[in-house]
Every structure is written in C-alpha cells, then in structure tokens.
C-alpha cells in the first residue's frame, strides 16, 4: 500500500483559505479533485527493482517493501516471510501454494499492512492453496481480487486433513478478503483455523456456484474467527459434508457455534459417530439453516447438542428457502439421549419433512407409519431438556416421544407450538412396545 502524497497539498489550501474570499471545503473549485480516503500508512514507496517469484521455492526467503514482488505460480516448500509494507501481485489464475515444511508469513502491522492483489486488476489471480503439512500465518493483510474460477473459486483454501483432530495450518489476525471471484475461505477436510485467529473480514466476495463468504467442513466450525462476513452474494457461513473429507463428513469433536453476526446454512449436520463421542454447543443468537431434506443428528448417547439462548436471543433452527415452508427439512433427530442434551430457548421452524423412519411412538401421519417431527427423540430422556422451545410451521409432529418406555417424559407444558399438522407430542410406547388403543394427540392451538 503506497503512502499518500495529498498531505502537503491539502495544508497549502487550508493556508489559502484564511485569505479573503477564499472558497470553503463545502464549495470546491471546479479543479479541486474530491479526496481519495487514502490513509497514509507509513509505507514508502518501493525503489528496487521488481523481484519475481515463480517455480518451487525450497530455501527460506524473506520478501522486503523495498521491492515490489510479483508472483507467477509459486510452490513453497519452506519459510517465506513477507515483511510490512510489502505489496505482492500476483499473475492471472496464479497460486501461491505452501506444501508439507512450507509457510507463508505475512507480518503486517495496522500502520504498515500487506498487501495481495493481481497483476492485472481485470484478471483474478488463483489463491493461496495450503496443501497437508503446510502452514500460512496473515496478519494485517489484504487480499485482494483473488479467487479465479480456475482454482476452485477461492481465495484461500486449505486442501489438508483427513485424521481427528483435524489441523489448524491458517492464522488470520485483522485479515480481509475483496472482492473476491467465488467464496473468500474453503475449508476442505477436517481442518480449521488455528488457535488466537481473529478479526477477519471478508466482503463483495462469491459466485453463482459458491455466494458464501466461508464454505467449511463440520470439524470447522469450532476454529471460526471473531469478524465481518457481510456484504457477499449470500451473507452466511456454510457448513457441509462435500466440504469435508470422504472418511469423516461428521463433526468429530466438541465445537462451539457463535454467533458471527450472519447464519449458518447447512446441508445436514451429524454430530459424533459411532467410535466418536462429540459436542456441539450452540450460542444464544446464532441461526441454522438447513436445505431441504437436511437434518441435525446426534449419533447416540455418547454425543450432545447443546443450544442455549436466552429469550431476547434464541437458538434458531430454520429453512434455508428464501421462501420457507412447513417441512422443508427434517429436523433435529437425537438418536440417543445425553445427560448434557439441553435445549433452552430455540426456534424450530418449517421442519417435520420426511424422517425416512416409521412405527416409532404410537401416533402416525396419514396415510401411513410416518412419524417425522421437528424434533425426534429416540431413546427416552432422563429429564425433559427441552424448555422454552418455539416450535412453528411443522408438516409432521412437534416433538416426536418414540421410546419405549415411561410417559412421564413430557414437553408441552414447557414449549409452545403453532401451526404444528400432527400432534404437538406423540405418545411414546410401554416398556413393552405397546400403545393405548386411543392415543393422546394433543394440538397445537
């Protein structure tokens, strides 16, 4: 970034206008150009000659300011280090690509920043690529105008991690991305950001293909940096399965959603495995939305959920239809019950979409077994978690009881429903697996 040079002239107007009929910022001369917003930096300006990176980079390097630095395709196999006030650009469709022993450092300050832009300001440079065994630290740095179609649309993406727990190869500290041409940040994997990242921007950033500002794996969500992610084709956070890597599509471990300022949408979520035990916490403010036919699931009863908002700031789980509907996805679906399950002050809207399960509790949907539910519990729970819970707009049930077990479980009495087709509650069966002739259904009002 290049120091601004409008400084002097600005004082020599302000000593002009103590003179008689002078004219005042409010009625400018025809000449006087409007200024340009340039802060200036501290930056000089660079005198050496361009310096030009390309091919694979196997010893250490540092990049200086005194130079302007263009890169055309460029592995990193070991430690680059560039320092503040450094200006980098790099070529048309070109990555900057750190692999296994490599690093990129950028050491910005707030008065001396970084700078990544193309070449050719028309024509989108690639990205940073961090491969397996790779690491990239940003601090202060801008990156703009990257993300060509070519790379996989974003301006950085981290390609490592198919192990729990996943890696943490990318520190963002007072980072922003521009205008980038698909999604500012991938996430492939089950890599993350690294521990301390914060402050990130990302903004006038996506494509038709990829609108988000951050598209992340499950085992992300806990790494997600304080920041801002609006002004994007789609202001939201999403979260998928494909992202992830093909042997652990789930969330693997305890991960904390906050509240980032934009939802999250989601194709589906499954929290825990089998030989996995996992967490998810979810704070008061944060929304959740799901594509039609997706679902939250916690695996069994050795993982939980836990949404806790507050009634001025709930959890809200929701359609990620611009124009919702009952049952455009399946709901929350508890496969097991957790001593930790707690479900305190959410929305769940326009879920009970098909639960591809039948027979469970004693109430069916017409014409068939169909049980699906905004909310489904399979296992019977020691205690009734769920309180102050909204439940509106469900094509199935409100709260699906299909245990078998004791009836003395209940949620009416702590939720409200509205607008709920089948029954607010089911009835669950006896120990025996039998139900009352004439089960209670009761409505919603």
Same mark, same amino acid.
Not at 195 to 220: C, K
Not at 433 to 440: K, L
């Given at each position: 970034?290049?120091?601004?040079?409008?400084?002097?002239?600005?004082?020599?107007?302000?000593?002009?206008?103590?003179?008689?009929?002078?004219?005042?910022?409010?009625?400018?001369?025809?000449?006087?150009?409007?200024?340009?917003?340039?802060?200036?930096?501290?930056?000089?300006?660079?005198?050496?000659?361009?310096?030009?990176?390309?091919?694979?980079?196997?010893?250490?390097?540092?990049?200086?300011?005194?130079?302007?630095?263009?890169?055309?395709?460029?592995?990193?196999?070991?430690?680059?280090?560039?320092?503040?006030?450094?200006?980098?650009?790099?070529?048309?469709?070109?990555?900057?690509?750190?692999?296994?022993?490599?690093?990129?450092?950028?050491?910005?300050?707030?008065?001396?920043?970084?700078?990544?832009?193309?070449?050719?300001?028309?024509?989108?440079?690639?990205?940073?690529?961090?491969?397996?065994?790779?690491?990239?630290?940003? @601090?202060?740095? *801008? /990156?703009?105008? &990257?993300?060509?179609?070519?790379?996989? +649309?974003? =301006? #950085?993406? !981290?390609?490592?991690?198919?192990?729990?727990?996943?890696?943490?190869?990318?520190?963002?500290?007072?980072?922003?991305?521009?205008?980038?041409?698909?999604?500012?940040?991938?996430?492939?994997?089950?890599?993350?950001?690294?521990?301390?990242?914060?402050?990130?921007?990302?903004?006038?950033?996506?494509?038709?293909?990829?609108?988000?500002?951050?598209?992340?794996?499950?085992? @992300?969500?806990? *790494? /997600?940096?304080? &920041?801002?992610?609006?002004?994007?084709? +789609?202001? =939201? #956070?999403? !979260?998928?399965?494909?992202?992830?890597?093909?042997?652990?599509?789930?969330?693997?471990?305890?991960?904390?959603?906050?509240?980032?300022?934009?939802?999250?949408?989601?194709?589906?979520?499954?929290?825990?495995?089998?030989?996995?035990?996992?967490?998810?916490?979810?704070?008061?403010?944060?929304?959740?939305?799901?594509?039609?036919?997706?679902?939250?699931?916690?695996?069994?009863?050795?993982?939980? /959920?836990?949404?806790?908002?507050?009634?001025?700031?709930?959890?809200?789980?929701?359609?990620?239809?611009?124009?919702?509907?009952?049952?455009?996805?399946?709901?929350?679906?508890?496969?097991?019950?957790?001593?930790?399950?707690?479900?305190?002050?959410?929305?769940?809207?326009?879920?009970?979409?098909?639960?591809?399960?039948?027979?469970?509790?004693?109430?069916?949907?017409?014409?068939?077994?169909?049980?699906?539910?905004?909310?489904?519990?399979?296992?019977?729970?020691?205690?009734?978690?769920?309180?102050?819970?909204?439940?509106?707009?469900?094509?199935?049930?409100?709260?699906?009881?299909?245990?078998?077990?004791?009836?003395?479980?209940?949620?009416?009495?702590?939720?409200?429903?509205?607008?709920?087709?089948?029954?607010?509650?089911?009835?669950?069966?006896?120990?025996?697996?039998?139900?009352?002739?004439?089960?209670?259904?009761?409505?919603?009002?």
């Amino acid at each position: 970034m290049f120091a601004s040079f409008r400084r002097p002239a600005l004082l020599l107007l302000l000593t002009a206008c103590t003179l008689p009929g002078c004219s005042s910022e409010s009625d400018p001369t025809p000449n006087d150009t409007p200024d340009s917003g340039v802060v200036d930096t501290g930056c000089p300006v660079p005198t050496g000659a361009a310096v030009t990176h390309q091919g694979t980079l196997s010893s250490p390097e540092t990049w200086s300011a005194s130079s302007p630095h263009v890169v055309s395709s460029l592995d990193v196999n070991a430690a680059v280090t560039v320092e503040p006030c450094t200006v980098v650009s790099v070529s048309a469709a070109a990555n900057i690509q750190v692999n296994s022993g490599g690093a990129f450092i950028t050491q910005g300050t707030q008065a001396k920043p970084v700078r990544i832009e193309p070449v050719d300001s028309g024509r989108p440079w690639g990205q940073v690529l961090i491969n397996a065994g790779g690491s990239v630290r940003l @601090a202060w740095t *801008t /990156l703009s105008r &990257g993300g060509n179609p070519s790379s996989a +649309e974003a =301006t #950085v993406r !981290v390609r490592s991690g198919a192990d729990l727990p996943g890696t943490r190869p990318l520190f963002v500290d007072h980072v922003t991305i521009e205008e980038s041409a698909g999604p500012g940040i991938v996430i492939n994997g089950t890599a993350g950001f690294a521990e301390g990242s914060n402050s990130l921007t990302i903004t006038r950033s996506g494509s038709e293909s990829g609108p988000q500002p951050l598209r992340i794996n499950p085992n @992300a969500l806990g *790494t /997600l940096p304080s &920041g801002t992610y609006t002004g994007n084709r +789609e202001d =939201t #956070v999403f !979260v998928s399965p494909s992202i992830a890597s093909a042997t652990i599509s789930y969330l693997g471990g305890n991960a904390t959603v906050r509240d980032l300022g934009v939802p999250y949408h989601l194709e589906t979520l499954t929290v825990g495995n089998h030989d996995t035990a996992a967490t998810l916490t979810i704070e008061a403010g944060a929304e959740l939305r799901f594509d039609p036919g997706g679902r939250l699931v916690v695996y069994d009863g050795k993982s939980a /959920l836990i949404a806790a908002g507050t009634q001025a700031h709930p959890v809200v789980f929701t359609s990620a239809k611009a124009t919702p509907g009952a049952g455009d996805w399946a709901g929350l679906r508890f496969e097991g019950t957790n001593p930790s399950d707690r479900l305190e002050n959410i929305r769940v809207r326009y879920a009970g979409g098909a639960c591809l399960c039948s027979s469970f509790g004693c109430n069916y949907l017409p014409p068939s077994f169909d049980v699906s539910s905004a909310i489904l519990l399979f296992a019977q729970p020691a205690t009734p978690f769920i309180t102050g819970a909204s439940i509106e707009d469900s094509a199935g049930h409100g709260i699906l009881r299909g245990w078998n077990g004791s009836d003395t479980v209940g949620f009416v009495g702590t939720n409200t429903f509205a607008r709920i087709q089948g029954c607010t509650q089911t009835t669950p069966r006896d120990p025996q697996g039998r139900c009352p002739s004439d089960p209670p259904c009761p409505r919603a009002p």
